[in-house]
């Protein structure tokens, strides 16, 4: 009977320690995960708040909304990366987010990649919240994930955990504080799950699949403006920009309108070219953003010359239409799309103008939402007398 005991105690005691063993494996593992996901968080978060505070920190001559290069060389701050519009890959900048050197679970440091759409370093040719991005995600079974807060559901800037070394994956120790590889040229012995890390075009990204264990934190241009619309500031500022552009069309004579189309006693289109003008939308410290916005907006003129237009304020010769973002149905993805007065105004302001009466549009961008979610639609619209 005794030796019968010993075996049951000794089964117990092994299942005991294998139970113990896979608890702490698990546990270990749970842990891992979550410095992951803290880490993600933490860098998603800061490279959000640097585009949202861009302009108003060591670049006044800027607009808001630039996300940094990556850092190419491993000293830990933003480069230079690459030519207009191509998308740019390295490590996280942490030094440029005033962040330590975040590491995932891995212990490994994180990689970051940014669309030329909304890279600072060379800057796109504009940026709003119109802006897409171009990394396109799957799932794990591979189908695309259309991301909310871009029209084309793509991610303007990832945030990447790379884990583990995989089989065939060398990582080697380096003079920098994240490691080797200071130039971030092996990215294939981190990163896989980026089908390609360079180009202006799209870029699929297949994470948590047999191909790879990276981790990825998504940033959408809407994301960015989320966090604008929700300051006090960020209205006041639009309306500045706006204001600037119509002080610089009210010359005499008003300059032409491009793309004009008749609408009753006006013509109505796109903004004259911005460097044909003067006038403050000219000024240094507005140059950058009013260039951003322009397309947002558009320019009727008197097709008589006269003061046909009546507003609030007096008799108008013209006015500049604050379009806001796109409604339901007002696709703004290609040049034609952009081109479309009707993706950019509404109805009742086309039939405004055609009827000559400014006085029923409001003259001033309403922001800030106690929420960000609703979508700045309301077209805005000011007089050139």
């Not at 113990?20 to 993600?40: I, Y």
């Not at 799209?202 to 990276?214: F, N, Q």
């Not at 920009?241 to 013509?267: I, M, R, S, Y």
Request: with cysteine; hydrophobic share 40%; net charge negative.
């Amino acid at each position: 009977m005794f030796l019968p005991a010993l075996l049951v105690l000794g089964a117990l005691g092994a299942v005991g320690w294998l139970l113990s063993h896979q608890t702490s494996a698990a546990s270990r593992q749970l842990r891992q995960d979550m410095q992951t996901a803290h880490a993600l968080a933490v860098a998603r978060e800061a490279l959000i708040g640097f585009a949202a505070t861009y302009r108003s920190k060591e670049h006044p001559d800027a607009d808001f909304g630039y996300l940094p290069c990556p850092d190419l060389d491993g000293d830990g701050s933003s480069e230079t990366c690459g030519t207009k519009d191509q998308a740019s890959v390295g490590r996280l900048p942490y030094l440029t987010l005033n962040l330590p050197d975040l590491r995932d679970g891995a212990g490994e440091c994180l990689w970051y990649a940014v669309a030329g759409s909304v890279k600072n370093n060379p800057k796109p040719d504009v940026l709003n919240w119109d802006s897409t991005g171009r990394f396109r995600l799957h799932d794990t079974g591979g189908t695309a994930i259309a991301l909310p807060g871009d029209q084309t559901g793509l991610a303007a800037a990832l945030v990447i955990a790379a884990g583990p070394p995989r089989a065939g994956q060398h990582r080697s120790a380096g003079p920098a504080r994240c490691g080797g590889d200071p130039e971030a040229r092996n990215i294939q012995h981190y990163v896989e799950a980026l089908g390609a890390t360079a180009g202006s075009g799209i870029i699929d990204v297949r994470p948590g699949t047999e191909a790879s264990d990276d981790r990825v934190a998504t940033i959408t241009t809407g994301d960015i403006h989320s966090q604008l619309k929700r300051r006090a500031s960020y209205g006041p500022y639009l309306q500045s920009l706006f204001q600037a552009t119509a002080a610089c069309l009210a010359k005499n004579p008003l300059p032409a309108v491009v793309a004009p189309q008749a609408h009753g006693p006006v013509e109505l289109g796109l903004l004259p070219p911005l460097d044909r003008l003067s006038g403050p939308c000219r000024n240094t410290e507005l140059r950058d953003a009013i260039a951003n916005w322009a397309e947002m907006m558009r320019y009727a003129r008197c097709r008589d010359g006269s003061d046909c237009l009546a507003s609030s304020s007096g008799r108008c010769r013209g006015a500049l239409i604050f379009g806001g973002e796109r409604g339901g149905g007002q696709p703004r993805i290609t040049p034609a799309d952009r081109q479309s007065t009707a993706n950019y105004l509404e109805a009742p302001t086309l039939a405004a103008l055609a009827a000559g009466q400014l006085g029923v549009l409001p003259e001033r961008i309403a922001l800030p939402f106690a929420s960000s979610d609703p979508a700045v639609t309301t077209d805005v619209a000011l007089c050139i007398p």
